[in-house]
């Protein structure tokens, strides 16, 4: 043990690193005003301890809360071609791409992985809003395509966590040919019998919605999360009526039939365990309590 890496340098580290600010300790929720404790967030699953209140949260941490232990591996997918249209508006999209990078560590809005849950294997996918508002473009194309053949090649149900602004503009009409190839994969998920599972979040909206996050075998959704394909302020702009009450929400959706189930996030993770196991039976593993019954009907008796 080298006492100089092992003990002084942390202590030194802990002492120069920058002390978070009020802004980073603190966070206003959108539900009730309320200001909540960071930490008291994040262990609370960016759930609101006052009001319930779903914030948005990263996909690796969501996998973390849902996989098996928190253990999960990455699928890796291509990436396709740097800005092919040459698109500029205020800024170039090579430089919001630079940015976008910078400040997630991620290649693109996709994160895919692979894991256990309740002793299920699954792939998963998840939008990461804070890159460019989760906008579907090639490379979210390409990651939903590897993580279905994962799935295909593993055979393992497949699991998907949309939450984006809609197709991305910059990528124009290619980024509009995500719809029909994300389509065609989960009709070859269908196909080969392997469950799919849609979690709508806030938002999914545009040829997100247009496309795979409408074509589950089942639907569950978020509390109060905006689920649409124009949103509520362009059709109020283009009928001139006022909108119902929580139009376009996940309960209203719950009303109308669009979706199956409202699940706070919190039950997310078992809700999933109980849906594998009636869609590809219980593993041995979750049969808490009937191992330990069969194991004493098994000893002997005098």
Known sequence: MNWITDYVKPRIKAVLAPKPTEAE???RCDGCGQMVFQKDLADNQHVCPGCAHHFKIRPKERFGHLFDEGRFVEIAYEE????????????????????????TSLLDCAVTAKGEIG?????M????????????????GNAFLAAAERALTDHCPFVAFPAAGGARMQEGILSLMQM????????????AGLPVIMV????????????YAMLGDIHLAEPKALICFAGPRVIEQTIREKLPDGFQRSEYLLEHGMIDRVVDRREMRGELINLL??????????LTGDTDLE????????
Not at 119 to 123: K, L, P, Y
């Open 295 to 302: 194991q004493e009907d098994q000893q002997p008796t005098s």
């Open 125 to 140: 996918i998840a939008h990461d809003f804070t890159f460019m508002a989760g906008s579907m473009g090639m490379a979210l």
């Open 25 to 27: 300790m603190w966070a």
């Open 180 to 191: 029909p190839r994300t389509t065609v994969a989960i009709q070859r998920l269908q196909d």
């Open 200 to 211: 709508l979040t806030d938002p999914t909206t545009g040829g997100v919605t247009a496309s």
């Open 119 to 123: 002793g299920h294997e699954a792939v």
């Open 277 to 286: 196991n009636l869609l590809c039976g219980p593993k041995q593993a979750q």
């Open 80 to 103: 396709p071609a740097k800005d092919p249209l040459k698109f500029r508006d205020q800024r170039r999209y090579t430089d919001r791409m630079k940015e976008a990078r910078s400040k």
